[in-house]
């Protein structure tokens, strides 16, 4: 077998993978390493916080995780609405649950790195040598510290690590404000700590970096400060203690400072090969997994705007889950989705003269963003001709972001091994506009030009201004969130997002609604009987699939609601009485085994 070498942390996390491989080490278990007889020399810290980028959710499931429990699937965006996934909670159909491995996984990950924490104060030799895994495990401290912020709020502080009958075990939960102080503290010593990208070897990329460790606490305190002025204290558990001060516009301006610091000097780029690519480069930046993985032969090394990533090879660490028929059977965009696409204009579809409506199935597509065509269609499909069935049978959209590139006979079944971007630069600029915007109410063209205007050039549509917006009636905070949406597209951001803006109930509480068909004052060529009670001859005159969908009661349901052409019938995917998401489900409740295990724990309010 030819030798060859790959980035350290790969090598970590795909123990014994290789057998003839001389440059992976062949790591046992931490929990299982004498600890007498480790922590005692830089190499070994290396490695063992090279273990810490294996926890963070990806496409392996790791400890029983699944990162379509978290891929936007069953937002207000989705068009999967049928069960499993997220589809109940977007539907505020949430229960006490007797145990929740989203919260027993970060604690033993965060015992684990606490330990190395704790052998780092003994380390025998000097601490500049073991200095940027000390930094490391801060970061992944604060990064699971964070993942439960967001689901559960304020959670126990543990910072060291307790025996079995440690007092921390009893502890109560700590206030969401004082999670948030651990995790920037953590954060500061991160930045501190942490190598530039530019520093770090080339056999050790993939490490986090001094820039990853900023984007990510410019992404906390963008979470935060939006939080708290849009959701405000509305969810702190009872007797939770308040915010010690108002630190709503310092957090914006430093997480404006630390993304502005990432784009100027982070030395990342955004992935933009539409020349080459037909102007999918939102669909293959996703995709790329070896030279193969699109028609230009690029590799995994052209790749400079993944900040931070769970790194894969088809070789080495395959991704394990069925990915492509995955998200291309339950990532589906729905209707609001698809008409949050700008049009070339840089105007929503509803302002739009370019907007061509929907009376034939291919105008909708027509001088739209390139992340709708690259999203929907991927890398072969073409925008269908006039007369053309799209439909896939659940009368909805397709979804390819993610999907490999000819699966399956390129990348077969769980063979998929692109890499998982956790933090990249597209986010970055995200943040800056947003964090500009909240703390001012307003932003300059040229921070504009600077963030979210280089998204909107890759995407093929005219730039955000000032003058675009006031011209147009437009509401620019509106604008940015509708950049971010796109953008971030099934990237495990929706939900979040919609909680911090304080908008969640209003959002998920509407119908679910798919393509639009018309009726006799807007014919369409989905529409030449009526399908509230269609008989199959009807069905099928008027271009239905339907071979494979059977709903529920028989019967296709429609609605009126709201489009780029005004107030029209679309197929209805799941009406608003289906859906009570409540304040309440902002935060998940804590499992019930740890409150029989911890008394002091308080349960989430309402549950």
């Not at 307790?162 to 109560?172: F, I, M, R, S, T």
């Not at 984007?215 to 405000?232: C, N, Q, S």
């Not at 395959?318 to 840089?346: E, F, H, W």
């Not at 006031?470 to 620019?476: E, F, G, K, R, V």
């Amino acid at each position: 077998m030819k030798n060859f070498v790959i980035p350290a942390v790969v090598g970590a996390m795909i123990t014994g993978a290789v057998s003839c491989q001389k440059n992976f080490l062949d790591l046992k278990p931490l929990d299982k390493i004498s600890e007498a007889s480790y922590y005692t020399t830089p190499i070994q810290f290396k490695y063992a916080t090279n273990d810490f980028y294996e926890k963070m959710i990806s496409w392996e499931p790791i400890d029983g995780s699944n990162i379509y429990d978290f891929m936007d699937i069953g937002s207000d965006l989705s068009g999967y609405m049928a069960a499993g996934f997220q589809v109940s909670y977007g539907r505020g159909a949430v229960s006490v649950p007797l145990t929740d491995k989203y919260w027993s996984n970060p604690y033993a990950y965060i015992r684990s790195i606490n330990t190395v924490l704790k052998k780092a104060e003994s380390y025998p030799g000097k601490k500049e040598e073991i200095a940027q895994y000390v930094a490391a495990a801060k970061f992944f401290r604060a990064w699971h510290y964070f993942f439960l912020l967001k689901r559960f709020g304020g959670v126990p502080i543990i910072t060291t690590v307790p025996d079995v009958e440690g007092a921390e075990l009893q502890a109560p939960r700590n206030s969401r404000y004082e999670v948030v102080d651990q995790i920037l503290a953590d954060l500061n010593e991160a930045i501190n700590g942490l190598p530039t990208e530019q520093t770090i070897p080339t056999e050790d990329k993939g490490h986090v970096s001094k820039w990853a460790a900023e984007a990510f606490k410019a992404r906390v305190l963008l979470y935060e400060a939006t939080w708290r002025k849009y959701t405000g204290t509305s969810t702190d558990f009872n007797g939770s203690a308040g915010p010690a001060g108002d630190q709503v516009n310092q957090f914006l301006t430093e997480a404006a400072a630390l993304a502005k610091d990432v784009m100027q000097r982070g030395g990342y780029k955004l992935w933009n090969y539409n020349s080459a690519l037909n102007n999918r480069s939102s669909y293959y930046l996703f995709s790329i997994d070896g030279s193969g993985s699109n028609p230009s032969g690029l590799d995994k090394t052209t790749n400079t705007e993944f900040i931070l990533k769970s790194l894969y090879d088809v070789n080495l660490r395959v991704g394990k889950i069925n990915l492509s028929a995955t998200v291309q059977g339950y990532g589906m965009p729905n209707r609001k989705m698809m008409d949050m696409y700008v049009c070339t204009d840089g105007l929503p579809v509803n302002k739009s003269p370019k907007f061509q409506g929907y009376s034939k199935v291919n105008l909708e597509y027509q001088e739209r963003d390139y992340r709708l065509i690259s999203h929907v269609f991927g890398a072969s499909g073409t925008i269908p001709a006039a007369g053309s069935i799209i439909l896939d049978g659940k009368f909805n959209y397709s979804n390819y972001k993610f999907s490999a590139y000819k699966y399956p006979t390129y990348r077969g079944e769980r063979k998929e091994s692109q890499d998982y971007p956790q933090i990249r630069l597209a986010e970055v600029y995200l943040i800056y506009a947003e964090a500009m915007f909240e703390k001012d109410g307003t932003i300059s063209d040229a921070d504009l030009n600077s963030s979210v205007n280089l998204l909107r050039t890759r995407a093929g549509v005219a730039p955000l201004t000032n003058a675009l917006v006031t011209a147009n009636n437009l509401d620019m905070q509106e604008e940015i969130r509708r950049e971010r949406t796109v953008e971030l597209w099934g990237e495990c951001f929706r939900f979040d997002d919609l909680k911090r803006w304080g908008i969640a109930e209003r959002s998920l509480n509407q119908d679910i609604c798919s393509i639009v068909v018309g009726g006799a004052t807007y014919t369409t060529e989905f529409k030449t009987a009526s399908l509230e009670h269609p008989s199959a001859d009807s069905v099928i005159a008027a271009k239905y699939i339907v071979k494979n969908y059977t709903p529920s009661n028989g019967v296709v349901m429609e609605t009126v609601t709201k489009t780029g052409d005004g107030d029209l019938k679309a197929i209805l995917l799941d009406p608003a009485a289906n859906r009570n998401f409540k304040r309440k489900h902002y935060l998940y409740p804590v499992p019930l085994q740890e409150i029989q295990l911890n008394p002091n724990l308080v349960q989430n309010n309402e549950y």
